[in-house]
């Protein structure tokens, strides 16, 4: 398994700002994978990212607004730039354990509010 | 394309009465379900998970979830829940045996399950 500390774990923000959030693992992971859940949506995810390589993005979500860092196997950022109040969202990140592993494990979330 | 639909937003219930959460999905291909509960300000946590075999499936805290291939349902059900069991829960769903480890889920809008002394 996995423990995954995510900081924060919530903010308040104002519009045009930007946020950075890490997400720390316990143990090295390939994949560390970034999901958004909007107030009363279901979780959608942003982005793959592997340690070495560009993070792949999900249909709808670009680099320039969400850029991500994998700079190591145990540690990742997601910065939501220039805020609006569209993207209050929790954040979560998550991590795949390892292989054989047919399940993921996710931080506690980050509960973002822009105003 | 894949989807989920959890049918109830919001279910409340007392204490020590039986729950069923109810979960829909779509799919032309196999697949593999699961549940994840989020308890307040934590992150979430594997319930239970269809992969194959046995379509009755028992998970941690009691819960168990019926995969019905027929119905293309995967409910969630607990005879007796606590005040403890207040929580969010999500079903999701994925195309691969691996999905739920490598970012290829696709979750339901979750029901947040209230339980009243």
């Known amino acids: 398994s996995a423990v995954i500390s995510q900081k924060p774990s919530r903010d308040i923000c104002q519009r045009g700002t930007s946020l950075t959030i890490q997400c720390q693992v316990d143990?090295?992971?390939?994949?560390m994978f970034w999901y958004r859940q909007q107030p009363g949506q279901s979780l959608t995810l942003i982005a793959t990212?592997?340690?070495?390589?560009?993070?792949?993005?999900e249909s709808g979500f670009v680099i320039d607004k969400f850029p991500i860092s994998r700079p190591n196997l145990t540690f990742s950022t997601l910065t939501v730039s220039n805020m609006s109040p569209e993207d209050s969202s929790i954040y979560l990140c998550s991590v795949e354990p390892g292989l054989g592993f047919t399940e993921a494990f996710f931080g506690q979330g980050t509960r973002l509010t822009v105003v | 394309a894949q989807s989920v639909t959890q049918l109830d937003s919001q279910v409340p219930v007392f204490e020590e009465a039986p729950v069923e959460l109810r979960c829909n999905y779509s799919s032309s291909v196999s697949v593999y379900l699961f549940w994840y509960v989020q308890y307040p300000n934590q992150g979430l946590q594997l319930l239970l998970k269809y992969l194959s075999g046995s379509t009755l499936v028992k998970g941690i805290n009691g819960f168990e979830a019926e995969f019905n291939k027929s119905q293309t349902s995967f409910h969630l059900r607990k005879p007796s829940v606590h005040i403890s069991d207040t929580a969010e829960y999500f079903c999701?769903?994925?195309?691969?045996?691996?999905?739920?480890?490598?970012?290829?889920?696709?979750f339901g809008k979750g029901t947040k399950l209230s339980v009243k002394p």
């Open positions: 990212a592997n340690q070495g390589s560009e993070a792949t993005y």
């Open positions: 999701a769903v994925s195309d691969s045996i691996y999905g739920g480890s490598q970012g290829n889920l696709i």
């Open positions: 143990s090295q992971v390939t994949m």
